[in-house]
Structures are given as structure tokens and as C-alpha cells.
């Protein structure tokens, strides 16, 4: 198990950018796939970037393809998620969850998670 905390959300003007961070916990944290995932109110939650234990395989939903980068400081223990050219549908709670070993797009295959931490991009 790892427990995992996620910063850097915040308010900011549509073009914008923001930068994520999520904190694991412990030693195994470097043998823990990390995913970003976001729940817009009244919507379900959808998968957003994964990133592999190395941190050199990474995968990205469509909608933020070309416009978010996902990476991971493995001597830190942390996974970032830069958020370039926001949008005001980018607007959510946004989770990090860590895998034990393997990537998913599935959040239902993800056994930890943090609390979140509020997007909201306006007009």
C-alpha cells in the first residue's frame, strides 16, 4: 500500500497552465504504475495520463493529448502532471492512484488513491 497526496490545483483563465503533483509515500512507491484521473461534477471519473515504473512509458486520454505531459521523479517520489492550454471542460477534481507494477486506463484496477485536488478553469 502507499498513500499518495496531490497538490497544485487551483483557479486559472482558459489558455492557461497548471502543474500537479503527486506525493507517494514509502520506499515501494518506486514499483507503483501512477495514474491521473479526473471527475468532473455529475460526470464519472475518466482517466487522464499513466505512467510506467520507469517513467518512460506514459499514455495519455485523447482530449489531452498534445496538451498535458505526465512524468515521475523517482528519487522524489513524486508524479507531475504539467496541464498546458487549459480548457474550461478540463475543469474537475483530478486524482492521482498508483498500480502495484502495471499501467491501466481502468480506474476499477487501481487500489490507491489520494483525496484530489480542484481544477477549475474559467471563460
Known amino acids: 500500500q502507499v498513500q499518495l497526496v496531490e497538490s497544485g490545483g487551483g483557479l486559472v483563465q482558459a489558455g492557461g497552465s497548471l502543474r500537479l503533483s503527486c506525493a507517494g509515500s514509502?520506499?515501494?512507491?518506486?514499483?507503483?504504475?501512477v495514474g491521473w484521473f479526473r471527475q468532473a461534477p455529475g460526470k464519472e471519473r475518466e482517466f487522464v495520463s499513466v505512467i510506467d515504473l520507469s517513467g518512460r512509458a506514459r499514455h495519455y486520454a485523447g482530449a489531452v493529448e498534445g496538451r498535458f505531459t505526465i512524468s515521475r521523479d523517482l528519487a522524489k517520489n513524486k508524479v507531475f502532471l504539467q496541464m498546458n492550454n487549459l480548457r474550461v471542460e478540463d475543469t474537475a477534481v483530478y486524482y492521482c492512484a498508483a498500480r502495484y507494477r502495471y499501467t491501466s486506463t481502468d480506474a476499477h484496477e487501481y487500489t490507491n488513491w489520494g483525496r484530489g485536488t480542484q481544477v477549475t478553469v474559467s471563460a
Open positions: 514509502g520506499r515501494t512507491f518506486v514499483n507503483y504504475a
